[in-house]
Every structure is written in C-alpha cells, then in structure tokens.
C-alpha cells in the first residue's frame, strides 16, 4: 500500500521565521511529488518535483527532493500571516495521486 | 478561465436517498478524480478516470460510482448514501495521465443524516 507521511502535522510560528515540511514516501512506481497549500477551500498547486536534488523554487517557497532516501522538504522563509494554511504533500504512483495528512502552519503577527 | 466545476457546494440529504455530484473541466484534461478530505485522514482517492470510458477504483471506493461519458464531465454518484460517507469531497483534474499539476474544484461539503 502506497504511504505518504508528512511531519509535523501542526507548525506555530512567528512572523519572520523560517519553517521546513517533512513529506517521506513509500510508493511503488513513483513518478513525481507534488506540494499543494490548502487555505479553507480547495488545495492549489505549489510544486512538482520529478528529479532529486534539484531544487524548485517561488519566491520565499523552495523545495527539494531525495529519491534515494524517499523524502521533500517544503522550506518557507521570512514567514507571513498569509502562509498560514494546511500544506499538502502528494506523491504519483502509477495511475494514483496519495496524499499525506497535510501540516497545519499557523504564522502569527 | 481555465476551472474545474463543482455542483452543489453543499448538501444535507437522509440516508439512502441517491444523489450525484456534479464535476466539469473546461481545460479538455484527460485525467480527473474524485477525492474525499477528512481530519485526521486528509484527501483520500475515491476514483480516477484516464480518458473517456475509462476508470478505475482509488483507495476508497466503496459506496461510490463514477462514470466518464464525456472528457469533460466526471460525476460521483452515491446510490444509497449512508452517515460515514459525510465528507468534504473534491473534483480534480490534469493533463495527460497523472504526473502534472492537478486543478480542484472548489469543493462539495456533503452531509448525510
């Protein structure tokens, strides 16, 4: 059974901070790892990443995968209060889209 | 505007009474699913479509059909709904087989009493 564990599942930080998302897999047939942030409504896409090491990046947001050790990180530097969300890991196997539990960032002033 | 469409955003029904959820992509994505969210459990995948005609149970798809007639359109239709399938449920769809960037629909909150 594919396996995405994402830690932790909640955050509390201060506006400024700098945060780091764990997402570990165990999947057969990977094909690619995606990060959604969630805000109340639906999941909007974040990043897709295909290839280790290299890292993707959005302004404040980066991540970075190793499919050697079957993890992402998701880092969010110089924190706002806008980045308060559920952040969603998703990994592809096949044909199936599994999703982690998400980790619940809450950025205070 | 490129979206995925879903209908109703909300509904309370009573146990037993069919009802379908309506999903439509105007982006002619081959690829669409149907997943529900619960807390503690997070989305889980109901099922998935490849092309029109073509589908496929997800991880939790008892209770549930779907059918894909058209490349557009992707309803969730539950028979005889019972309380454990209240849920926040969404559409999403992409490009190609899976493997892209998926789009969600905005959601149907759904309660069975």
């Known amino acids: 059974e594919d396996k995405v564990v994402q830690s932790p599942l909640s955050l509390v930080v201060h506006e400024g901070d700098t945060v780091t998302l764990n997402c570990s897999y165990e999947?057969?047939?990977?094909?690619?790892l995606l990060w959604y942030k969630q805000e109340k409504k639906a999941p909007t896409f974040l990043f897709m990443l295909t290839s280790s090491g290299i890292e993707k990046k959005s302004g404040r947001l980066s991540s970075i995968l190793d499919k050697k050790e079957l993890f992402s990180i998701l880092n969010i530097t110089a924190t706002q209060t806008g980045d308060s969300a559920v952040y969603l890991c998703a990994v592809v196997s096949g044909s199936r889209l599994t999703f982690g539990e998400g980790t619940q960032l809450t950025v205070n002033p | 505007e490129a979206q995925v469409t879903q209908n109703p955003r909300y509904l309370i029904t009573v146990t037993g009474k069919k009802l379908t959820v309506t999903c439509s992509q105007n982006m002619n994505h081959e690829y669409m699913s149907w997943y529900r969210q619960d807390p503690g459990l997070g989305l889980r995948q109901i099922y998935y479509s490849m092309n029109v005609e073509v589908t496929d149970k997800g991880d939790v798809p008892e209770g549930y059909k779907v059918s894909r007639k058209e490349k557009r359109n992707f309803p969730l239709i539950l028979e005889s709904p019972s309380p454990n399938q209240t849920s926040l449920y969404f559409c999403?769809?992409?490009?190609?087989?899976?493997?892209?960037?998926?789009?969600f629909g905005q959601g149907t909150r759904l309660t069975v009493v």
């Open positions: 999403a769809s992409s490009f190609g087989s899976l493997g892209s960037e998926a789009f």
């Open positions: 999947v057969t047939n990977f094909r690619s």
